[in-house]
């Protein structure tokens, strides 16, 4: 895997085993059209935003593609095709939408544009963690809100595998205090961009191939982009070897999106194992990202120093998210109803995951 072959990213699939009540008068909808198409051969043109086979995001979606075809008897057939092959990397939203294509695997917030909610479905920074946004989304209300939101677009939205913890980014000087990042330009996308601004930093967006040419020449001081596991194939480490711990992607979702109006015409068994393909897709996502990362990170090169923000810099990024959340609920309605949604949901999680997860981390030491 080539630095330039690279891409960010996050999104969140779906399934329809653990949905509730809420999902239930949605899937009757369906079974008197799926009938008609009972046995029928289908084939799909799924795009990605990543390079072919690209590590553990690439290589995910083409095992769910295997999947479909395994579990239908060969009468699903999903064609994934690299970024770049049928439409560009960030036009697959369009592509979809239009029906141009039947299919995309990519990150909710690269369409911030689109819709400002997008970016929660996308994960929150210093918020919640991959299993607790699925929760979320599943249980909590996110998975409604978010179909209804892309419905605008024709576009039905799963759950397409999700990172894990990512790190706070390399940095090429250490950060003692906030002063430090005055001026500092760094690559960061997202609601953490938004941040990283209000505390000082100059965030820039950067295609995957300039990111480690840009830091080696100077160009820009800091970047961030998913943990070890990518991170190293990257060689950031050579120009920038301060290694910050994470806090602006805790948990980011990546989405396995479809053509509403395509999703619609599919058999229900075709729906029914889509959705199962892509919740084994998601966990099993999870799962190579938290061992793959942990393999990296034991073999992180020598000059590599792992460091913490300061308390200075969360204190300010934590008062700063609360005014990009105030002002980006002002400018967008559909922003301010999604984000009631997430902090019902961190409200009714917390006091549970404090007594459950949290103590017992600090327990177990
Ligand atoms: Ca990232």
Redesign the pocket.
């Known amino acids: 895997m080539k630095r330039r072959e690279f891409i960010?990213?996050?999104a969140l699939g779906a399934s329809a085993l653990a949905l509730g009540g809420c999902h239930r008068a949605e899937d009757q909808t369906k079974t008197a059209t799926s009938s008609t198409n009972r046995g029928k051969k289908v084939t799909l043109k799924l795009a990605t935003s990543w390079p072919a086979h690209f590590p553990i995001m690439g290589t995910g979606v083409d095992a769910f593609a295997a999947r479909c075809l395994e579990l239908s008897g060969g009468s699903l057939e999903i064609k994934v095709y690299a970024k770049d092959i049928l439409v560009p990397a960030l036009q697959v939203f369009d592509a979809t939408s239009a029906g141009q294509i039947d299919a995309f695997h990519s990150g909710v917030y690269y369409w911030k544009g689109k819709n400002p909610a997008f970016s929660i479905f996308g994960g929150m920074p210093l918020g919640l963690v991959s299993e607790e946004m699925i929760t979320w989304m599943k249980f909590g209300g996110g998975y409604a809100l978010w179909r209804e939101l892309y419905g605008t677009f024709n576009l039905y939205p799963l759950i397409g595998g999700t990172t894990g913890p990512?790190m706070g980014g390399w940095f090429k000087k250490e950060i003692n205090t906030l002063a430090d990042l005055q001026g500092l330009k760094m690559r960061i996308?997202g609601l953490g961009g938004e941040i990283m601004k209000k505390l000082g930093v100059n965030p820039v967006l950067l295609p995957a191939g300039e990111i480690f040419t840009s830091l080696e020449r100077g160009t820009i001081d800091a970047t961030?982009?998913?943990g070890p596991a990518l991170d190293n194939m990257m060689g950031f480490a050579k120009a920038a070897p301060y290694y910050y711990t994470g806090w602006h992607?805790p948990g980011?979702i990546l989405e396995l999106t479809f053509n509403k109006a395509k999703w619609e015409s599919l058999s229900s068994e075709h729906q029914a194992i889509i959705t199962a393909a892509s919740e084994e897709m998601t966990t099993n996502m999870l799962q190579a990202f938290r061992y793959e990362n942990a393999k990296a990170f034991a073999a992180l090169p020598k000059e590599v120093q792992i460091k913490t923000f300061p308390k200075e810099v969360m204190d300010a990024a934590k008062l700063a998210l609360t005014e990009v959340l105030k002002e980006e609920s002002a400018k967008s309605g559909d922003f301010k109803r999604v984000l009631a949604s997430y902090e019902a949901f961190v409200a009714l999680n917390k006091p549970w995951d404090d007594i459950s997860t949290k103590n017992f981390l600090e327990i177990r030491g």
């Open positions: 960010a990213t996050t990512q996308p961030e982009w998913v992607e980011s």
